[in-house]
């Protein structure tokens, strides 16, 4: 029947079913805090209209789960980041922002790279970096297969640029029916909107290092790409190529979002360790990583089976990593 399922779904999303897609306008950043009836603290990141309907890009500094709430549901009193810092020092959002500037000198791998779990298991984080092939389903399909009895759903964290997006709308699709599912739980996380890079500059020049690139417009914009798809942007960020200087990095998180490095990115031979964030990518242009991947899942895989390795979700992750 599971089988039977994933091939249903497959078939949908090779059909280009989707809900239809939101018109976002007016996207823009827009700090606040407000409690709910229940008494629960939410901070306000963004504003925007969807087919004229006024919205919030919203996180439970808390959690770090992001939501979106309608305008006319809420009164936010308006803030700053910094006012947010200085007023809730002890929120893990809050602590997130400021463990990851504590390593923003890194020319790579700034931000936040691994946690210290109580338990054996990883952070996967799958990029999705511009290309012109196809998505590496076998990857989701053997996380699903090795998880499903024991861990359901499986959570990842999809690092998307606007660019991957915009060119593969099926393979986009077929990755949100898994996690409307209950197959997968996804943390989508920002990777820019276009992904620029050479092959021919330097790192300390490279990716978002190169001149005339608009910090503002590779967050935001993929921010609205990822809403207008019917997906929410978590508040985490990775940079492409994992490159970054101090001043930019800065640039990033003054937008509120949280960047991921990896301690394992297993294309380069970097083995992975129980707290890692371990990299692959998903895009078709990575294929020993993603051998590699399906090697350490069968390798681990009597202790998936037992309980003894687990996937964490980066969320929960990050916020054990900043207590």
Same mark, same amino acid.
């Given at each position: 029947?599971?089988?039977?399922t994933?091939l249903?779904?497959?078939f949908i ?5 989707s809900?239809v897609?939101?018109q976002?306008t007016d996207y823009k950043?827009s700090?606040?805090e407000?409690?709910?009836n ?6 306000t990141?963004?504003s925007?209209?969807?087919?004229n309907?006024?919205y919030?890009?919203v996180?439970?500094p ?5 939501s ?7 009164t936010p009193a ?8 200085k ?6 959002y ?5 463990y990851a500037d504590?390593?923003?000198k890194n020319?790579?791998?700034?931000g936040?790279?691994h946690?210290?779990p109580?338990?054996a ?5 799958i990029d999705?970096?511009?290309?012109s092939?196809?998505?590496d389903?076998i990857?989701f399909?053997d #996380? ?5 009895k ?6 990842l964290?999809?690092s998307v640029s606007?660019?991957w997006?915009n060119r593969?709308g099926?393979?986009?699709s077929w990755?949100?029916?898994l996690d409307k599912?209950?197959?997968l739980d996804?943390?989508w @996380?920002?990777h820019?909107f276009?992904?620029p890079?050479s092959k021919?500059l330097? #790192?300390?020049?490279n990716?978002l ?10 967050v935001?914009?993929n921010?609205?790409?990822i809403?207008?798809k019917?997906l929410?942007?978590? @508040?985490f960020?990775r940079?492409?190529?994992l ?12 937008f ?6 990896s301690d ?8 992975p360790?129980?707290?890692s964030?371990?990299l ?9 990583? @993603? ?12 202790n ?6 687990k #996937?964490?979700?980066?969320k929960?992750s @990050?916020?054990g990593?900043?207590k």
């Amino acid at each position: 029947m599971k089988n039977l399922t994933l091939l249903i779904i497959s078939f949908i999303s090779l059909l280009g079913f989707s809900s239809v897609q939101a018109q976002i306008t007016d996207y823009k950043v827009s700090y606040g805090e407000y409690t709910d009836n229940t008494n629960v603290l939410y901070f306000t990141l963004r504003s925007y209209k969807n087919n004229n309907t006024p919205y919030y890009l919203v996180v439970n500094p808390a959690t770090l789960v992001t939501s979106i709430v309608k305008a006319s549901d809420v009164t936010p009193a308006k803030s700053s980041l910094d006012q947010l810092r200085k007023k809730y020092p002890d929120a893990a959002y809050i602590k997130a922002l400021a463990y990851a500037d504590a390593n923003a000198k890194n020319l790579q791998d700034a931000g936040i790279t691994h946690s210290y779990p109580q338990e054996a298991g990883i952070s996967l984080t799958i990029d999705l970096c511009p290309s012109s092939k196809p998505l590496d389903r076998i990857i989701f399909l053997d #996380l699903i297969k090795e998880f499903h009895k024991v861990q359901k759903p499986v959570p990842l964290a999809l690092s998307v640029s606007g660019s991957w997006i915009n060119r593969h709308g099926n393979d986009l699709s077929w990755l949100d029916s898994l996690d409307k599912a209950g197959d997968l739980d996804i943390t989508w @996380v920002n990777h820019t909107f276009t992904h620029p890079t050479s092959k021919t500059l330097p #790192l300390s020049e490279n990716f978002l290092l190169e001149k005339n690139i608009s910090i503002s417009d590779e967050v935001l914009k993929n921010e609205a790409l990822i809403l207008s798809k019917g997906l929410i942007p978590s @508040v985490f960020f990775r940079f492409p190529g994992l490159v970054s200087d101090q001043s930019i990095f800065l640039q990033v998180t003054s937008f509120g979002v949280i960047p991921i490095g990896s301690d394992a990115w297993l294309a380069k031979g970097q083995q992975p360790h129980d707290g890692s964030f371990v990299l692959i990518h998903g895009n078709g242009n990575e294929p020993i990583g @993603v051998k590699d991947f399906i090697q350490l899942l069968q390798q681990e895989n009597i202790n998936v089976k037992d309980k003894n390795w687990k #996937l964490y979700d980066l969320k929960g992750s @990050v916020i054990g990593e900043v207590k």
